[in-house]
């Protein structure tokens, strides 16, 4: 079959509109296929089955119909997948490129850190001002990102477009500036500090990160590798 086709005719829409009920699980995975449809990409791929991509991915090929179906379905019996518009509407479902403005919390070490990343950019989300209390950084700027004195947090967030808080503070500031953020109107807080945030009452959506947790998990995967490994040679 030829690589050339009209999207119309190959590819099943996906449904329009908010779905609420989607398993955190299937949402966790779709990062995944972002990057692998990316890659595929890159390396010049234009059609692929869920057969193929699921061996790429070390899933079944049953687990990934049953995830893009969650969005209404993106292939067609008997062809497949369309690499780019596969990936531009898990893109477009993710929010990459939604234009989403974000500050980060802290110019310690991680914020610093942070910030030099391209990740940012890639996905679409802009950094626009850094936070901090000390008086080393404030003024100045980190990878063209101006920091800014904490006092002023109130302030700023009323004059721009803020959507994203990135939390590397300390841990006893974590929830007080939270708080602060919340009371600004911040959409989403990225939380990197491994303190568990929680606001109900909000409509804020949370990303509590651990760091500690996949460094745990890592340490078990080689401690079961290595136990293994002594069983087999005795």
């Keep these: 079959m030829s690589?050339?086709?009209d999207n119309k005719d190959m590819i099943q829409k996906a449904d329009d509109g908010f779905k609420p009920n989607i398993s955190p699980a299937v949402i966790r995975r779709l990062p995944r296929y972002y990057r692998y449809l990316r890659e595929l990409i890159t390396h010049g791929r234009m059609r692929i089955s869920s057969g193929e991509l699921a061996k790429m991915m070390d899933v079944t090929a049953s687990q990934i119909r049953q995830d893009l179906n969650c969005f209404g379905g993106f292939g067609q019996h008997g062809y497949g997948y369309n690499v780019n518009y596969l990936f531009a509407k898990?893109?477009?479902?993710?929010?990459?490129g939604a234009g989403f403005r974000a500050i980060i919390m802290g110019a310690g070490d991680l914020g610093r850190a942070l910030v030099h990343l391209s990740m940012f950019e890639k996905r679409g989300v802009d950094i626009?001002?850094?936070?901090?209390?000390?008086?080393?950084?404030?003024g100045k700027s980190v990878a063209g990102v101006r920091v800014y004195d904490i006092d002023e947090l109130e302030k700023f967030c009323a004059e721009n477009v803020v959507d994203i808080a990135v939390l590397?503070?300390?841990?006893e500031q974590i929830k007080p500036v939270a708080d602060r953020l919340v009371s600004c109107g911040i959409k989403g807080l990225w939380n990197y500090?491994?303190?568990?945030?929680e606001y109900p009452d909000s409509d804020v959506a949370i990303e509590n990160v651990h760091l500690g947790d996949s460094l745990m998990i890592l340490n078990y995967e080689i401690c079961?590798?290595?136990?293994?490994s002594d069983e087999e040679e005795q």
């Design 168 to 171: 590397t503070l300390p841990k």
């Design 193 to 197: 500090m491994g303190v568990e945030l």
């Design 3 to 5: 690589e050339n086709f």
């Design 128 to 138: 626009v001002g850094m936070f901090d209390s000390g008086e080393g950084l404030v």
């Design 90 to 96: 898990i893109s477009e479902i993710l929010g990459v």
């Design 224 to 228: 079961r590798r290595l136990e293994k």
